[in-house]
């Protein structure tokens, strides 16, 4: 009975480690996704900039309610190297470019079929929204869910 408790709790070792969120410090796994016009945007390539990235939905009210501070902060760094790779989780793609219009979203955008249980959102464990990494030039998780606030700070830190 030891045993099998013991082999019981070492598998939900093993899936929470597999499932967990990337976390600071941490290299940001690639993200391969189509844009509104179907061209696939991997974030991959925009190492060299300093990276947010942002999983929203149209459907969610506080993803909808953070755009005007991400636009804020989006004019302001954008020049000095400054990206958003906005991923949505939408599974209605008319919604999602109606919100993207609406919302006046300039910056990255991509969206997988599946929502919830799309490869990005279960690779990333994304179990909230919005849900929000700061990567450094190098690709790595330097701020995980920062505020507006936060993330300014952590621009001018990071792009003088």
């Known amino acids: 009975m030891k045993q099998l408790l013991f082999a019981g709790l070492l598998l939900l070792a093993a899936n929470t480690l ?5 976390k600071k410090g941490e290299q940001a796994p690639d993200i391969s996704i189509p844009n509104a ?5 991997k974030l991959s390539s ?3 900039k300093v990276v947010l990235i942002d999983f929203w939905a ?3 009210g506080p993803c909808r309610k953070a755009m005007p501070g991400l ?4 004019a302001a760094f954008k020049a000095k190297g400054f990206e958003i790779y906005g991923v949505s989780l939408d599974e209605n793609k008319n919604a999602w470019k109606k919100a993207v219009a609406a919302d006046q979203i300039t910056w990255i955008q991509v969206n997988e079929p599946g929502g919830w249980e799309s490869h990005t959102a279960r690779a ?8 929000a990494f700061l990567l450094d030039k190098q690709g790595k998780i330097v701020a995980t869910d920062p505020t507006e606030a936060q993330l300014k700070a952590l621009l ?3 792009l003088p």
Do not use: D, F, H
């Open 46 to 48: 925009l190492k060299g």
């Open 156 to 158: 001018q830190t990071m």
């Open 124 to 131: 990333w464990n994304i179990e909230q929204l919005p849900s």
């Open 71 to 74: 636009r804020t902060n989006y």
């Open 18 to 22: 597999v499932q967990a969120q990337p």
């Open 58 to 60: 149209s459907w969610c």
């Open 37 to 41: 016009q179907g061209k696939t945007v």
